[in-house]
């Protein structure tokens, strides 16, 4: 996302490395962050969620609210798997057509990751970057072979 145009306070991402992507400040309570969070974005157009599921995804607590509040907010969505597309669950429909988010992607995996990706980028009103331009970037990533 970052070589597509967003800037790092732009994505919510408890995981990342960047400090500016994560949950601000020490003893922040995540769950009232993440309730003002979806409160006070409701009625922009531009926000979207992106879901990186797996088997695991369900038992953990923190992704099950940021799911529900996604869902009830009517937020676009944009659901990836990164284990075996059984992951998928309700309310998320799964497809052959769903990008896996995985290392060894072969041409086709690439291919249908750019497209989300560049669904996301025009979602939010990034448009630098074209799907061939991202179908290059994830070429010249360690997803790939």
């Known amino acids: 996302l970052l070589d597509c145009g967003f800037d790092k306070k732009e994505i919510l991402y408890t995981s990342s490395e960047h400090y500016e992507c994560r949950i601000p400040g020490a003893y ?33 607590w923190n992704p099950t609210l940021e799911a529900g509040a996604g869902w009830v907010l009517n937020t676009e969505w944009f659901p990836l798997y990164t284990d075996d597309v059984s992951s998928v669950l309700a309310p998320f429909q799964k497809t052959e057509y ?39 970037m994830i070429k010249a990533s360690p997803l790939t072979d």
Do not use: W
């Open 28 to 60: 922040t309570d995540i769950f009232k962050y993440l309730q003002e969070f979806f409160v006070n974005t409701i009625k922009r157009n531009d926000l979207c969620v992106i879901y990186v599921l797996n088997k695991d995804f369900i038992k953990k």
């Open 98 to 136: 769903m990008p896996v988010l995985k290392y060894h992607l072969d041409d086709n995996e690439v291919r249908y990751l750019a497209s989300a990706l560049y669904q996301v980028c025009v979602t939010c009103g990034k448009k630098q970057v074209s799907e061939e331009d991202i179908v290059k």
